[in-house]
């Protein structure tokens, strides 16, 4: 008979330890913590828009719950979400894509982690833009690749150099990750950096993973992927999806764009698992697409419009300095002046100040010297921590 209460060591695998995290979720626990003391706060963290889903949509995932759209799908997707998504990208990337070349899944994240899954091994380089989506970094370790950052850089508007991301390929290189517009700094990639980069692979087997998460949310020009470009179709891989653009992020729901020998190993690997994405936000998803689109204009000139009176607050503050983003809903200013390291500012303005925000560092080591702040808030927030960074500086620099 066992009668030991001694608490058996956890064993994880070494993997484990290579995983990294989304600083916007703990930085958003935190501040709640803050709250529940009593503590005000302005949340300037999270990336997600407060914008209610549209109420189409609503209408559309609701008739689907009253019509029996509760049951398991097809791993991909549903056939009719899957056309019109293949519709919708051959429409606005100028590509032909068919519906077998589109996976559904229950977010974005999903198809970043099943790129890493399908195509990357012990040793193999991934070239991705730093500072950037933390996630790239931290899916390329655990599945035992070697990340290459490429460094976004202020001078450039925070677009990747062409010329610079040449000099890192390798003939080790499988895969580079491109995002516009961007996530933190609100860069984009023109066209001419993007058959820059595209010329600069070559004829090299190496795929792309282009996010374009926030490409209806770009401010200025239109938004060019590297998939419209005919001799990259086959070597890139879309990702998009409805968080952003149709402020449904608690929806779970993204999907990727591939040639279709490559979808189907992203569909074995939701078979295995997540099996499906949820049926009725998937007629849902048909709704967001093919319905009412203003929606997401007015929320994208209202964005600018946040951008825009945040930065020019923020230059007035001694020691930011802050260029205006060209698309997604983030500022990113540059902090050296303050004379602070990244984390121990945005630590201080959360504990201090009243106002979350994220550490350029949670970004990759390039992030240095920056904050993000997301200005997915009301202009009244906004103005509110504006007034309490004014006051923190005066007091602490």
């Not at 968080?243 to 591939?258: E, H």
Request: charged fraction near 20%; hydrophobic fraction near 40%; proline fraction near 6%.
């Amino acid at each position: 008979m066992i009668t030991s209460t001694l608490q058996h060591q956890l064993l994880l695998a070494p993997r484990m330890s290579r995983l990294g995290t989304e600083t916007a979720f703990e930085v958003l626990s935190k501040a709640k913590t803050l709250e529940r003391q009593g503590k005000s706060i302005v949340h300037l963290e999270i990336g997600e828009p407060d914008f209610d889903t549209p109420s189409n949509i609503v209408e559309a995932a609701s008739t689907a719950l009253h019509t029996h759209w509760t049951h398991y799908g097809p791993s991909a997707g549903l056939p009719e979400l899957r056309q019109t998504i293949a519709d919708y990208v051959s429409r606005t990337r100028n590509v032909d894509v068919s519906a077998d070349e589109v996976v559904v899944v229950p977010g974005g994240k999903p198809i970043i982690f099943y790129t890493m899954l399908s195509l990357i091994d012990h040793g193999d380089e991934v070239i991705y833009p730093n500072p950037g989506f933390p996630i790239y970094e931290s899916m390329i370790n655990y599945v035992g690749g070697t990340a290459v950052p490429i460094p976004l850089r202020e001078e450039r508007d925070f677009a990747v150099d062409p010329g610079e991301l040449e000099s890192l390929i390798t003939d080790r290189t499988r895969l580079i990750i491109l995002n516009s517009p961007q996530n933190p700094t609100g860069g984009i990639l023109p066209r001419k950096d993007v058959e820059r980069i595209a010329h600069a692979i070559g004829d090299r087997n190496i795929l792309v993973l282009s996010d374009e998460i926030y490409s209806r949310l770009q401010f200025e020009g239109e938004p060019f992927s590297i998939m419209s470009l005919p001799w990259m179709q086959d070597r890139t891989i879309l990702l998009d999806g409805f968080s952003k653009t149709y402020a449904m992020t608690g929806w779970r729901m993204g999907y990727g764009v591939m040639r279709s020998d490559l979808a189907a190993h992203f569909t074995r690997l939701m078979t295995n698992s997540n099996s499906c994405t949820a049926s009725f936000t998937q007629r849902a998803g048909i709704e967001a697409i093919t319905g009412d689109q203003s929606p997401v204009d007015l929320m994208r000139t209202e964005f600018e419009r946040r951008s825009r009176f945040f930065v020019e607050g923020l230059n007035r503050i001694p020691g930011f300095s802050c260029r205006m983003p060209k698309g997604a809903f983030y500022v990113f200013p540059n902090i050296e002046k303050t004379g602070w390291k990244s984390k121990p500012l945005a630590d201080a303005l959360l504990e201090q100040a009243g106002v979350a925000a994220l550490s350029g560092t949670a970004f990759g080591q390039f992030g240095e010297g920056y904050l993000r702040f997301s200005v997915a808030n009301s202009m009244p927030q906004l103005e509110e921590a504006l007034v309490r960074i004014a006051d923190w500086t005066k007091h602490n620099l």
